[in-house]
């Protein structure tokens, strides 16, 4: 294997684990597995076929199809030809999915039965360009049509693209995210410092489209351990795996963790194995941290960072339980600074907008270089940082506490209200099972908080049928209305942090890696307010 200080790529560490062990476990799903000697075979027959059918380097191929063994496959020869990997999530609206595949420029999609017709529906929204529609092609592709003769060689350098990734499209349009080789060489260099190796078993319940679920994927397969993949995330099909396989690492989202405590039978699986989870996406609470550690007895280390790459903050939280409520300590060889309104860096102990520089940045957004100016933040002696958009401040010992989102923090009568202070109190109340606080547009304040709350089953709720409509009375019938909940909570906060209203609601909309959609929640709000 090569030195772990010198650069080489996902393609070259599948050949090499291929050569060294090829009957290994490398990927499997809940119907396939595949050795390193079949995976590096079925790339060399994507890649073949994409060079044979005029790809060139740099050119993008996208990927729409829900995790399977196929998918990695896929995934390796795209890289393997020299192309650029365009992951895409097949929850969008055709209208996004068109704009996408516009912007990407891809000449080909890769789908399965699952995507097709989503696929198809985008490409349909897709307004003409210079461009010819990109082709949809399946796994019957490869297996039909692939040539005989290996592919020609392709050596990718550091800086040559390796994936295009729409960011989630939380806070508007999605934008591309161009991720070099180089950044990524270094998410698997780091997976030495967590264990991962031949003997590596890790579990992936998130998408592959998603950033939070590739900063796992590479150390392990590029570290040869083995990729275990679920299609889609359900609590008792991630316990029984876990205990099935020996799980050793995995990646999971807060609403993940949260929901595998709520199991009724948890405790029933033989977690044992598991000597690493890692989580990322959104915020984890301190209380959350604890309990996992205490279930699964396993290392948790939380990532605090963006798909756009910039600096990285680990909280190793099993050698630092008093800093739970942190994201931890920069990353080696990472600067991460706060910084005003206006772009001035803040002294230590100042809450700013947090700004990071890394070997592991993005190259820019794909096609707008506005966004990516705006993205990007020089220091006084012109060294790149990336803006993260988030609030924070770091205590005495260099540990980040995020406050929140910039563009979530609501400015009520020009006071600077921060939503995950709202959401920590509200979530004190023993009926609130969660909680999102968004601002509204008000004429007195010009913007105010309001509340959106999940109640725990029997204690609390919208009236029968489903989640109330924020325009209709509270459920005054139920254990706590709306009202109450309100009240209690208006009693405990400084003035100017007092909610406007209040709704209870089944379920917050999340995304796939489980990022609160608060602008769906906006714009959902109806109910006048003060």
């Not at 499997?28 to 059918?53: K, N, T």
């Not at 948890?266 to 989870?277: E, I, Q, Y």
């Not at 405990?492 to 929640?521: S, T, V, W, Y």
Request: aromatic share 6%.
């Amino acid at each position: 294997m090569p030195q772990d200080d010198t650069f080489s790529t996902l393609s070259e560490r599948v050949r090499l684990h291929a050569r060294q062990r090829p009957e290994a476990p490398a990927v499997c799903d809940p119907i396939e597995r595949l050795g390193w000697a079949a995976l590096d075979s079925q790339a060399d027959a994507v890649a073949a076929w994409l060079q044979d059918h005029g790809l060139v380097p740099h050119q993008a191929v996208a990927v729409c199809a829900a995790s399977s063994v196929a998918v990695v496959a896929v995934f390796v020869g795209i890289l393997r030809a020299g192309g650029v990997v365009v992951p895409l999530s097949p929850s969008v609206t055709p209208a996004v999915m068109g704009a996408m595949l516009r912007d990407a420029q891809a000449r080909w999609v890769f789908v399965d039965d699952s995507t097709r017709a989503g696929v198809a529906a985008g490409l349909a929204e897709s307004a003409p360009g210079p461009a010819a529609a990109p082709a949809l092609i399946d796994r019957t592709t490869f297996e039909t049509g692939a040539p005989r003769r290996p592919p020609r060689p392709w050596v990718a350098q550091p800086d040559d693209p390796f994936n295009i990734i729409y960011s989630s499209g939380t806070t508007g349009t999605p934008k591309g995210i161009v991720q070099p080789h180089g950044m990524r060489w270094m998410h698997i260099r780091r997976g030495l410092a967590y264990g991962y190796g031949h003997d590596s078993r890790t579990l992936l319940s998130t998408p592959l489209y998603s950033n939070t679920t590739l900063v796992a994927f590479m150390p392990t397969l590029g570290q040869g351990g083995c990729v275990h993949l679920m299609p889609k995330f359900d609590t008792e099909a991630w316990l029984q795996a876990a205990e099935r396989e020996r799980i050793t690492h995995t990646m999971l989202v807060p609403v993940q963790i949260q929901r595998l405590l709520d199991h009724p039978r948890v405790g029933d699986f033989d977690l044992s194995s598991l000597t690493h989870t890692f989580c990322t996406s959104a915020p984890l609470s301190a209380a959350l941290k604890r309990q996992w550690m205490d279930l699964s007895g396993s290392g948790l280390v939380e990532f605090y960072g963006m798909t756009e790459g910039g600096g990285t903050c680990i909280l190793e939280a099993h050698r630092h339980p008093d800093k739970l409520h942190t994201v931890g300590q920069p990353s080696a060889g990472h600067d991460i600074r706060l910084i005003d309104e206006d772009g001035r860096e803040l002294p230590v102990g100042a809450t700013g907008e947090v700004v990071g520089r890394s070997p592991a940045m993005m190259t820019g957004y794909h096609g707008q270089a506005e966004k990516t100016r705006e993205a990007e933040w020089f220091d006084d002696q012109g060294r790149r940082y990336i803006r993260t958009g988030d609030v924070g401040r770091f205590d005495e010992d260099g540990f980040l506490i995020l406050m929140d989102r910039r563009k979530d923090m609501v400015i009520s009568g020009g006071f600077n209200l921060y939503p995950s202070d709202l959401e920590a109190l509200l979530r004190q109340h023993p009926a609130v099972a969660d909680v999102a606080v968004v601002g509204v547009a008000s004429r007195r304040w010009g913007e105010t908080p309001v509340a959106w709350v999940v109640p725990r089953a029997g204690l609390g709720g919208a009236p029968e049928g489903g989640a109330s409509e924020a325009g209709t009375p509270g459920a005054a019938d139920q254990a706590l209305s709306e009202d109450t909940l309100l009240e209690w909570f208006n009693a405990r906060c400084g003035k100017m942090q007092r909610l406007a209203g209040l709704a209870f609601i089944d379920e917050l909309p999340r995304n796939a890696i489980g990022k609160i959609l608060k602008r769906e929640l906006r714009e959902r709000w109806q109910r006048p307010v003060a």
